[in-house]
């Protein structure tokens, strides 16, 4: 059963320190994103990713934040520093190649704290 | 800023029944896509609709697209417990761009 997964799953920081998190997409999928879902905001997309190339980042506060796909199975969403409005559930999802597969498949989150 | 808006907010009706979501949207798209969310999960895909089709089925699930008026909307049937969750509507950023730009959710809560 082929699923896209995350870690960590829940993360407590205090402000100011570093936080990473990873995600493993579908084997065989070349679109990666990341989103950040909150209460006030709702579920923003922060970066996507093509073949490994980042693609769009406008969402991201470039000054903290940074993504990378250091290979086909692992994608990383830097926070540094962090701080307390982080604090977000971070979702990676993935999807497949072709020319009309938008579907995208989420993973369970990293639950971020940031006191 | 979002580009779909869901209404209503929030639902709660008696199991057995049939619940109604709708999806509004700003600018022309190439799909709308149906995702569910239960409390502490990820968003899983339920459906999707292309900007040529105006009705689409999936088991328990209907969902219609009105491109003059930029609104969808999703029918669940026959309501069951497993119903509650959240539910999202996303619109896509045209052909070959898979960015997808989601609501802000309806929150579906089923009454046994």
Known sequence: ?115 | SQQGEEDPQALSIQEGENATMNCSYKTSINNLQWYRQNSGRGLVHLILIRSNEREKHSGRLRVTLDTSKKSSSLLITASRAADTASYFCATDAGFGNEKLTFGTGTRLTIIP
């Not at chain 1, 920081?13 to 570093?18: L, R, S, V, Y």
């Not at chain 1, 679109?31 to 980042?57: C, H, I, S």
């Not at chain 1, 250091?70 to 999807?95: H, M, N, W």
Request: proline content about 8%.
């Open chain 1, 1 to 115: 059963d082929a699923r896209v997964t995350q870690t960590p799953r829940h993360k407590v920081t205090e402000m100011g320190q570093e936080v990473t998190m990873r995600c493993q997409p579908i084997l065989g999928h070349n679109t990666v994103f990341w989103y950040r879902q909150t209460m006030m905001q709702g579920l923003e997309l922060l970066a996507y990713f093509r073949n490994r190339a980042p693609l769009d980042d406008s969402g991201m506060p470039k000054d903290r934040f940074s993504a990378e796909m250091p290979d086909a199975t692992l994608a990383t969403l830097k926070i540094q520093p962090s701080e307390p409005r982080d604090s977000a559930v971070y979702f990676c999802a993935s999807g497949a190649p072709g020319g009309h597969q938008e579907t995208q498949y989420f993973g369970p989150g990293t639950r971020l704290l940031v006191l």
